[in-house]
């Protein structure tokens, strides 16, 4: 009796399981399939991590990352570690070691740092200090500090500024070119992808060699010449919104061939027709019933492009062609690894292109782990 009972109440949920999968959205099976990816979750935890230190990184991170919050008595400082014991004893709270500025026979009377092992100097949380402004709202809370002096979790670069506190709001910038470029390349290949795709013939070939025009442009020369042209007396967030609205620009042909693909398949079908019968014109059908029919691999090609945005910004700072200082990107802070000093002396200044490759190896497994989850037929090549 009890077998039966099992075997009924297992009928049951696979009844009900079998009604779930045929009566979900789309969305849902995408998100369903997403799940069952353990490097894709893996990934999207982590740049969901990145995404929140970014947007709260005036609050997370300690000093101000420009020379307003730099530490002059503790250039190019190696990373402060907190810990718990040393020679003196244990404690209950973490602390690090304060630093002594003073000069040296040995190096010519110039300015030398030390670490003071008898001067602790305790970690504590929710201390203020410099202001910002998260969200419109200033505030000057942030999340931890120490009771006297500066703490560097990262180390400090020639200038004194804390590179813990300009790897966060550098993950942010970084974030927010991406973001704004893809915005702009999303929206400029819906409207000549969706045009090119519906109407096809003439104008389909026209946008097409435009396309192909953009697509042959080099990066590196066409950026040494903005360069050129960009004036010093443009503010840092000039130039960050200059840089974001090109980067946009010439990363739209690719989503754009993939919307033509599509409306060329989708404009003949069943439904398009009876929307032209009911009178219905070419943008209302474009942006009510083709773009929606396959929305959601937009959005998996938003998030498989966003790296190479964020790759692209990078590397044109890198070079010098992009953002500079004081505005805080990865590819600011990867410009400072450039020279042998660095490597030799100074190997904290790497700590950033770890966050760097964690950033775009997350975008690239949770936009490959949603390209396979959006394929209706992926379970299938398995």
Request: aromatic share 14%; with cysteine.
């Amino acid at each position: 009796m009890s077998d039966m009972t099992d075997q009924a109440s297992q009928a049951s949920i696979d009844q009900r399981r079998k009604e779930a999968y045929f009566t979900a959205s789309q969305r849902q099976l995408i998100w369903a399939r997403f799940k069952k990816q353990r490097a894709a979750m893996v990934a999207a935890t982590i740049l969901m991590a990145l995404v929140l230190m970014g947007v709260f990184a005036p609050f997370l991170s300690p000093y101000d990352p420009t020379i307003k919050g730099r530490d002059k008595d503790y250039t190019n400082g190696a990373p402060q570690i907190p810990q718990f014991c040393d020679h003196n004893g244990c404690s209950m709270r973490p602390f690090i070691y304060g630093v002594k500025r003073e000069r040296s026979i040995q190096t010519n009377f110039r300015w030398v740092t030390s670490i003071d092992t008898e001067d602790r100097r305790y970690v504590q949380w929710f201390v203020r200090g410099d202001d910002y402004r998260l969200f419109g709202i200033k505030g000057n809370i942030h999340l931890f500090g120490v009771d006297k002096g500066f703490i560097h979790l990262f180390g400090t670069d020639d200038t004194g500024k804390d590179i813990f506190s300009r790897t966060l709001h550098a993950i942010y910038t970084s974030l927010a070119v991406g973001t704004l470029g893809v915005l702009i390349s999303f929206v400029l290949a819906l409207i000549i992808g969706g045009v090119a795709g519906y109407y096809g013939g003439w104008i389909d070939g026209v946008i097409q060699m435009i396309t192909d025009a953009f697509r042959t442009i080099p990066i590196i020369p066409l950026f040494m010449a903005i360069a050129a042209f960009i004036p010093d007396t443009w503010s840092s967030e000039t130039r960050f919104f200059f840089i974001s609205i090109i980067i946009g620009f010439i990363n739209w042909p690719t989503l754009a061939r993939r919307v033509r693909t599509h409306l060329l398949v989708e404009r003949t079908q069943e439904y398009v027709l009876a929307a032209q019968l009911c009178g219905a014109g070419p943008g209302h059908i474009i942006r009510r019933h083709l773009l929606p029919s396959f929305t959601s691999y937009i959005i998996v090609d938003l998030v498989i492009s966003f790296p190479y945005i964020v790759l692209s910004e990078t590397a044109l700072s890198f070079i010098g062609l992009g953002l500079k200082d004081p505005v805080n990107s990865l590819g600011v802070l990867l410009q400072n690894t450039t020279s042998a000093d660095v490597l030799l002396n100074y190997q904290w200044y790497f700590i950033p292109v770890f966050f760097f490759i964690a950033l775009v190896m997350a975008f690239v497994f949770v936009g490959d782990g949603l390209r396979d989850a959006a394929d209706p037929y992926g379970g299938q090549k398995k």
